[in-house]
């Protein structure tokens, strides 16, 4: 069932096709290149994309200028070209959002060529806004103040003035015209029809003139959006309208309607205050625009953005506002433009990764919905030196090859020349660079993005500042349900402290969201931080943890028995090398995905409500007939949470898959069949995996998977442990959150189901003791298999142990003493105690990552290491 409201918990992210990646080398990028990097924006994490006008068009207003309404400029491709990207975005989880802008067109729109030639008065003539004289409606603002002395513009063939808000080569449409609405109505069907999911309405507010007004949020124009809305409501459910209205927060408010209008509106006023209030090192600019911000309607969302195609508009603030912002931000005149500053966020900032993080962080946790624009996730730079806007749309920065990998054109030959100063130039500042230093801009980003889809605080929730002494900090407090978060950022360069009230909150724990590090109770007295220069905290409060007690997790959810019957087959050629390849990978995640996970003991989602689960990450371990893949698998929730699984897969057939069938269905995930039959089944039911894995540790082999790279690591202890020639696999029965797979009774593997990208502790803490210490009274490490997606930290997905034999496993024995007052029991080696983290602990365990540290100690002497 789509969620209506999808809109609310969106990140948008702004992109214009023809910059983005050229797939034909022509030096213009196009719909087949952006489909090529629809995985990079899926990689991201944001959820909706919005394309600037991408139709036919003279290219006079970069694309606003339509000569066409339901075509593709052939520059970026064809229909069938759009389609497929509408697609493969969808089945990545990515909704589109596309312009309809029904203010104006090209005057080489066929509707204009017409009615410029017909007769007056006639139909064709009615489409635009026509005067014998350019004096009526005097006194409305002209808006591209740099290029047009008027509204008005002489047409010779129609001996007549028409009528327009923007480039004189941009005639206003006429709405009083009923068949004007009619022809945009049928616009937006058409791009609806083909999937799109959002609309942005450019030029929203000057639809109707009427004499004695300024021409701007007449009622009629809002009786026209009703209209529009209506007709959407009426045959589509989930899609969504934008207001590009660049107006006062009051002026804004129409817009919504009562509910009845547009969906969401930009908040343009919003944007300079929080440039503003960063260079005066004071939050009243934003406190004060929010104050004056009124309540939306229940189904309605505010649009975020610190920057976008456009110029940093100054058309809603005061004079003074204005000459402030012009001297902070443009004391350069090339980097004016109209009534605005045609910068991007980077040098906006000087290049501050401190000060984007900071706005970023403003623009990810005010109510909205943010929208990033294409570039700035990596700190793209601009070139005031370009003509109208051109500066901050130059080709997109994907590595530091030639055209900045953007294109193999010749470099004359692309739309635009990329950035290439020693600041912001390609070879410094791009998209591969980034993605293989941890810690860049572009991580953090992901990072960012990634929490904030955890909480819908964030995108529903009430703000209330709180009046903390300090102006140089703004700190406020977000409620969504049970959710509630506390953000404080320091607007000054240098570090500040602040004392805040909480005492609504006495007794809760913040829990740093970035970190997930506690910090102390809140108590009576006012609650003290500091905070770095341009730093921020964004804490959920918590209830203090409960008590942890030892569950056994539910049994499977689904009869054994039923599961033969309920798998799925589906259709594969004879090579199935290929299984997460193309589409049997979709059909998967589709129709057995979420179901096999349901049945896995190790699957720790059961109680949640799974909204997808799909395959991340995935790479052949063993080709041939009975291939052996490694997967990882993602499980979205309802509740905005995620997490990631280690997901080995076999595909056996014959005896085989009916031995799995009849011994362990729940291992099973799909049949193939085609031309071959087999089944797929998890890893650990095929004794092939087993062998593959202790060949792979034997060589300590090292493969690529589709984003990542792992390496088998063996420890000085392996081929002690390992000995030599062959080891028979036997699965274990105790499976718990992790399975295990015991070779030949020397070595144990331990695969680590819930993938964390850090290092696990166990082959942490193991090695050390197995390598740096004389510490011999736990099990050796043999082996581990690192995993490191690319830009991220290394993690780990397996762990080889010195097996040793005992009655009865650990965790049944751990159950049957935890219950009493007993807090020891015995190991194979010694008296090892268990020590539950006290509620006021601040080790970095916490509950709601599910899992607890176990701190424990010998009772013998320490290890030294
Ligand atoms: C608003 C768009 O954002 C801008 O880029 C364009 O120039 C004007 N509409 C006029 O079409
Ligand atoms: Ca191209």
């Known amino acids: 069932m789509p969620d209506p409201y999808w809109y609310k918990d969106a990140i948008i992210y702004e992109a214009h096709v023809r910059a983005f990646f050229d797939s034909n080398n022509d030096g213009i990028g196009d719909f087949p290149g952006l489909t090529s990097k629809l995985d990079y924006l899926q990689g991201l994490g944001i959820n909706a994309l919005w394309l600037l006008p991408f139709y036919p068009s003279p290219l006079r207003d970069d694309g606003y200028d339509i000569a066409d309404f339901e075509g593709i400029h052939p520059s970026y491709g064809t229909i069938q070209d759009f389609e497929r990207f509408m697609d493969e975005a969808h089945k990545r989880g990515i909704r589109v959002i596309t312009e309809l802008v029904i203010n104006h067109t090209s005057d080489q729109h066929p509707w204009f060529q017409a009615s410029r030639r017909a007769p007056a008065g006639s139909p064709e003539r009615d489409f635009y806004v026509w005067s014998e004289t350019n004096q009526k409606y005097q006194g409305v603002r002209i808006i591209f103040t740099d290029t047009e002395t008027s509204n008005w513009s002489w047409d010779d063939s129609a001996k007549a003035y028409y009528w327009h808000r923007f480039f004189h080569h941009q005639p206003d449409l006429n709405f009083d015209n009923p068949r004007v609405l009619d022809a945009v109505m049928k616009t937006m069907r058409f791009w609806i029809d083909r999937g799109v999911d959002g609309l942005r309405l450019d030029a929203v507010p000057y639809l109707i003139e009427r004499e004695g007004t300024i021409c701007e949020n007449l009622e009629e124009t809002h009786g026209i959006l009703r209209q529009i809305r209506r007709a959407l409501d009426a045959r589509y459910g989930d899609r969504m309208l934008i207001a590009e209205a660049n107006q006062w927060p009051a002026d804004v408010r129409p817009y919504f309607g009562e509910g009845d209008e547009c969906h969401m509106a930009f908040h343009f006023p919003l944007m300079p205050r929080m440039f503003m209030a960063l260079r005066q090192e004071d939050r009243h600019p934003i406190t004060e625009i929010l104050r004056q911000t009124p309540d939306i309607p229940e189904n309605c969302q505010w649009g975020l953005f610190l920057r976008n195609h456009d110029e940093l508009t100054l058309e809603m603030v005061t004079d003074e506002e204005r000459d402030y912002m012009y001297q902070a931000y443009a004391a350069d005149p090339r980097m004016r433009i109209n009534v605005g500053i045609r910068r991007r966020l980077a040098p906006l900032v000087d290049n501050s990764r401190r000060r984007i993080e900071l706005l970023t962080s403003l623009l990810f946790s005010f109510p909205g919905t943010p929208v990033i624009y294409y570039g700035d996730e990596i700190g793209m730079g601009d070139n005031i030196y370009l003509g109208d806007r051109n500066g901050v749309r130059t080709p997109m920065q994907w590595a530091g090859d030639r055209n900045g990998g953007f294109s193999r054109a010749d470099p004359a030959r692309l739309y635009a020349p990329l950035i290439m100063d020693a600041v912001y130039g390609y070879q410094g500042i791009n998209v591969e660079a980034q993605e293989r230093a941890p810690y860049s801009l572009l991580n953090w980003m992901k990072r960012l993005i990634a929490l904030r889809k955890q909480y819908k605080v964030f995108g529903r929730g009430t703000l209330e500042f709180l009046a903390a002494p ?266 718990q959150s992790n399975t295990s797979i015991v070779l030949g009774d020397r070595l144990i593997v331990k695969l680590f189901r819930r993938v964390e990208s850090a290092p696990n502790p166990d082959v942490e803490i193991g090695e050390q003791l197995t390598t740096r210490t004389t510490f011999r009274r736990a099990p050796r490490v043999a082996a581990y298999l690192e995993y490191e997606p690319s830009g991220e930290p290394i993690g780990h997905l397996l762990i080889a142990h010195e097996f040793v034999a005992a009655q009865k496993d650990g965790w049944n024995h751990a159950l049957g003493c935890s219950g009493g007052e007993r807090r020891s029991f015995t190991s194979p080696y010694r008296p090892i105690r268990l020590r539950r983290p006290s509620c006021r602990s601040r080790s970095r365990a916490t509950t709601s990552r599910g899992w607890w540290r176990t701190r424990w100690r010998s009772s013998s002497r320490r290890a030294s290491w």
């Open 470 to 735: 300090n102006r140089k900090i703004l700190a406020y407090v977000r409620r969504y349900e049970d959710e509630l978060v506390l953000c404080v950022a320091n607007l000054s360069r240098t570090v500040q402290p602040v004392e805040l009230d909480l005492s609504a909150f006495k007794g809760m724990t913040p829990v740093e969201l970035l970190g997930l590090t506690e910090f102390p109770r809140i108590g009576d007295l006012p609650y003290f931080l500091t905070l770095a220069g341009n730093g921020f905290y964004w804490f959920r409060l918590q209830q203090t943890p409960s008590a942890i007690t030892a569950q056994r997790p539910p049994e499977t959810t689904v009869a054994q028995e039923v599961v033969p019957d309920a798998l799925p087959a589906f259709f594969m050629g004879v090579a199935w090398d290929t299984l997460l390849d193309g589409n049997v990978r979709t059909l998967i995640e589709r129709e057995s995905l979420a179901p096999f996970l349901q049945r896995q003991r190790w699957f720790g989602g059961k109680a949640r409500t799974l909204r997808s689960a799909r395959f991340v990450d995935w790479g052949v371990l063993r080709k041939g007939t009975h291939p052996i893949f490694v997967a990882i698998v993602q499980a979205d929730y309802k509740d905005g949470g995620r997490e990631q699984y280690f997901v080995p897969l076999a595909i056996v057939s014959g005896a085989e898959a009916d031995a799995v069938l009849a011994g362990a269905p729940h291992l099973a995930v799909a049949r193939v069949t085609g031309a071959r039959k087999g089944l797929v089944v998890d890893g650990t039911a095929d004794d092939r995996m087993a062998q593959a894995l202790l060949e792979a540790l034997d060589r300590q082999e090292s493969f690529r998977t589709k984003r990542a790279a792992a390496r088998m690591r063996r420890t000085s202890a392996y081929d002690a442990v390992r000995g030599q020639g062959a080891l028979a696999p036997r699965r274990t029965g105790a499976e």
